[in-house]
Nanobody, 129 residues
Framework: QVQLVESGGDSVQPGNSLTLSCVISGFSVNYYAIGWFRQAPGKEREGVSC????????RYVDSVKGRFTISSDSAKNTVYLHMNSLTPDDTAVYSC??????????????????????WGRGTQVTISS
């Protein structure tokens, strides 16, 4: 079965950077999509970024464009979320999710949580001075 394990969450001051990792296991196909989502207290879950393995397509929510970058290391079965210029508004539990399989003809990867079948438990990111 598909398993995802996040790590890298921390408490840092505004303006700093963090890199989150999502280690993926339990499937052998090379065609998948990974999404990073976040949920702040009292708010709905929000899609932050996604990655499509077959063509390395990526998407970002407007609020993180230019600050966050999603990347993949296939040798390590890991997808990263590099976060720069962090602000208190980025405080949330960050989770990664997988859609397997996800082929090129499916179109762009999705920032909607309903399109993902498998979820990690999340990692806490706190931005505070």
């Amino acid at each position: 079965q598909v398993q995802l394990v996040e790590s890298g969450g921390d408490s840092v001051q505004p303006g700093n950077s963090l890199t989150l990792s999502c280690v993926i296991s339990g499937f052998s196909v090379n065609y998948y999509a990974i999404g990073w989502f976040r949920q702040a207290p009292g708010k709905e879950r929000e899609g932050v970024s996604c990655f499509k393995s077959e063509d390395s397509d990526t998407r970002y929510v407007d609020s993180v464009k230019g600050r966050f970058t999603i990347s993949s290391d296939s040798a390590k079965n890991t997808v990263y979320l590099h976060m720069n210029s962090l602000t208190p508004d980025d405080t949330a539990v960050y989770s990664c999710a997988a859609k397997v399989p996800f082929f090129r003809e499916y179109g762009p990867c999705s920032l909607s949580s309903k399109d993902y079948d498998n979820w990690g438990r999340g990692t806490q990111v706190t931005i505070s001075s």
